[in-house]
């Protein structure tokens, strides 16, 4: 009898996009009633990336995308499908997965965007390792992408420090068994669904003279509870996925939370009892980029030697929804 041989979706390629225009705090005092240190010591962020004129979704997340397909080798016509997980799209349709494809040349794949905000990424690769796994595709491209400083309240303190823009991009192909995505937690908890939102701009408040007067086509956020949200499911996702697979903290080599505010993730961190070192923290250069801040951490993490071939990681996220997401995987490639 044949012996079922499982194959595992690994992650073949990686690469990162962020706009040029570097946003700092001390320019944001000039903005609003803050200062560095209250920034730096409540966040852990320095500075963040804002998009210019010319930048959107799908231009980082095109040129991501580009970045990772040469670091997988794959050539744009081998993409089987395109998963993009943006809160921000460049319109509210067609998908921003469709104009990516459209800038790369990937003719052949199907596309679509996957709305999960700061979980988009996590929940991208749940997505595409189910169609990997059951044979159906070989070549899926995964992509947090958000501009969400172009949803910002600008004269809003308790927001407009936080985000910046940018994009991540995976290629995912088919490796062997005990590598690669080895499991995912994903949740949701819609109760939540005005602690971290945009009313306006979509069919039931479409943008209106009169919702702009009241900026309801800006991110309203209540920082408190969406701070005690994200400390207590970071680590449960985690350890949850962590557990299905038979692993614990102990097997875990690299943590790479999304990067929201450095004392959210110290906290998970100190939850699931890792050590700093164990910790991927970039929060302090781009602020949070939503979708984007996990692949760009990863990113990071593999191009400054933090991450090996047969190292075990775990990467978790949460957002609006609310949503959350972890996927434990054991890196495959050199
Ligand atoms: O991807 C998910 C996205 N969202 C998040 O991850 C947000 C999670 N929440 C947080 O990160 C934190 O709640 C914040 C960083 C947003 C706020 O930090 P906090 O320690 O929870 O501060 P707070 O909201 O309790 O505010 C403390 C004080 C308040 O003043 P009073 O009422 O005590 O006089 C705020 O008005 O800090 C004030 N404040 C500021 N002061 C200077 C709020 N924002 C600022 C600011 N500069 N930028």
Redesign the pocket.
């Known amino acids: 009898m044949a012996q079922e041989h499982k194959v595992n979706a690994g992650i073949l390629g990686i690469g990162m996009s962020v706009p040029d225009r570097v946003l700092t705090n001390e320019e944001l005092e000039r903005l ?4 560095d240190e ?2 730096f010591t ?2 852990g962020i320095r500075e963040r990336r804002i998009c210019g004129p010319d930048d959107t979704s799908a231009s980082l997340g095109a040129a991501a995308a580009i970045k990772a397909l040469e670091s997988a080798g794959v050539a744009p016509e081998e993409l089987d499908l395109i998963i993009c997980g943006t809160a921000t799209p460049d319109h509210p349709w067609p998908s921003t997965a469709c104009l990516i494809q459209q800038r790369i040349g990937a003719f052949n794949a199907a596309a679509f965007d996957l709305s999960a905000a ?1 979980s988009g990424f996590t929940y991208g690769l749940a997505t595409a390792s189910g169609f990997i796994q059951n044979g159906s595709m070989k070549r899926i491209l995964v992509i947090g992408v958000d501009t969400l400083t172009k949803q910002v309240d600008w004269s809003d ?2 927001t407009c ?2 985000f910046g823009d940018g994009a991540g991009a995976a290629v995912l192909g088919p490796v062997g068994p005990d590598t690669g995505i080895l499991s995912s937690t994903l949740g949701a908890d819609g109760r939540g669904y005005d602690q ?1 939102w945009l009313e306006a701009g979509a069919n039931k408040a479409p943008v209106m003279i009169s919702l702009i007067a009241e900026k309801r086509q800006c991110i309203k ?1 209540k ?2 509870e ?2 005690k949200f ?1 400390v207590k499911i970071m680590g449960e996702a985690c350890l949850q996925s962590l557990e299905k697979v038979g692993l614990t903290s102990d097997d875990v080599d690299l943590f790479i939370p ?1 990067q ?2 450095i004392r ?1 993730i110290n906290a998970a961190a100190e939850r699931m009892s890792l050590p700093t070192e164990k910790v991927f923290v970039n929060v302090q250069k781009y602020g ?1 980029t ?1 979708a984007a801040s996990i692949p760009i951490a990863m990113t990071e993490a593999l191009e400054t030697g933090c991450i090996k071939k047969g190292d075990t990681l775990v990467i978790v996220g ?2 609006a929804g609310l949503t959350w997401g972890a996927n434990v995987i054991r890196w495959s490639r050199d």
Not at 32 to 35: E, K, L
């Open positions: 609003v009633d803050t200062t209250w920034i409540r966040t700061c303190r308790s420090i936080l971290i956020m920082g408190s969406v701070y994200a999304h929201a505010n959210i949070n939503s949460f957002g």
